[in-house]
């Protein structure tokens, strides 16, 4: 497990993206870019289940990729389908995230409007 960490830190690495450590937790991590390492200009999605995939995006020199373990893999029919059920959770989570910020932006720019 140690090596597939050090090997996602090296893909991040090579794109840009200087995260401290790797959380392979299914969920999105922000994290600083070699061009502005105070900002957290990156992001990142790592999981270590089958098949270990790690999602970047580094909004610097948008970039974004997926890079997979194992590059060959055949997933039996339930495997294939835990598999797109994690990402349209990844997806779901992700489309939260983003709802939730987009209210509390907007309650923060309307209480700035009030005198």
Sequence with gaps: MNDLLQTFQEVLGQHGLTPEAILADGTLHRCPTESKPRKLNGAYIAHLDKPATLWWCN????????????????????????????????????????????KENESQSWQAMQP
Aim: aromatic share 10%; glycine share 2%; proline share 0%.
């Design 59 to 102: 909004w610097e020199t948008d970039d974004q990729g997926t890079f997979y373990a194992e590059k060959k893999q055949t997933l039996s029919v339930s495997e294939l389908s835990a598999w797109r059920e994690h990402q349209q959770s990844i997806r779901r989570q992700r489309e939260a995230e983003c709802a939730r910020r987009h």
